[in-house]
């Protein structure tokens, strides 16, 4: 089975999605409801960090399939599945918002390693994008100063988002 299977069997599919995220919806409307119970250093605090997860890994997932379609593929993004692309997307920026309602995202274990996944992922495309793309007009379009101007800065994103991820 490829990730191509995988995704159209998701596609197919999309009710599984649309029942996983309506589930993890009430889950977090629940957390908010219940929110003046939280206290610091509270148990439920790592039930918050399963449910960060169960929302931000799909999330990712999504957003590195929109890109790679996008950049690499060349796709129309009109023409991609809503459900399973668009989705995870629409639904992480919105469970997070609430969630952050509910108690502040520093107070989560483990947010601040998720925020250096996402900076790093983000850098990981930036670099795959500029050697697919940009080797070319280095060699025929562009000075070789601009390239490694752009690679000290891409460095030094890289490193501050290591940093976050290893503290």
Not at 53 to 81: C, D, E, H, T, W
Request: net charge positive; glycine share 4%; no cysteine.
């Amino acid at each position: 089975m490829t990730v191509y299977d995988l995704i159209n069997i998701l596609t197919t599919n999309s009710s599984n999605i649309l029942n996983y995220y309506i589930l993890l919806f009430v889950i977090v409307l629940i957390g908010l409801l219940f929110s003046n119970m939280i206290r610091p250093k509270s148990p439920i605090l790592y039930v918050y960090s399963a449910l960060i997860y169960a929302i931000a890994i799909p999330g990712l997932l999504s957003i590195i399939l929109v890109v790679y379609n996008f950049f690499f593929l060349r796709k129309n993004l009109m023409q991609l599945q809503l459900v399973t692309y668009y989705l995870p997307i629409i639904a992480m920026v919105l469970l997070f918002l609430i969630i952050k309602k509910t108690l502040p995202l520093k107070e989560i274990p483990g947010f601040d390693k998720l925020s250096g996944l996402f900076i790093i992922l983000f850098i990981t495309f930036l670099i795959t994008y500029f050697i697919q793309k940009a080797i070319i007009g280095v060699f025929f379009i562009g000075s070789f100063t601009q390239l490694i101007a752009i690679f000290l800065v891409l460095l030094v994103v890289l490193k501050l988002g290591w940093n976050k991820l290893v503290k």
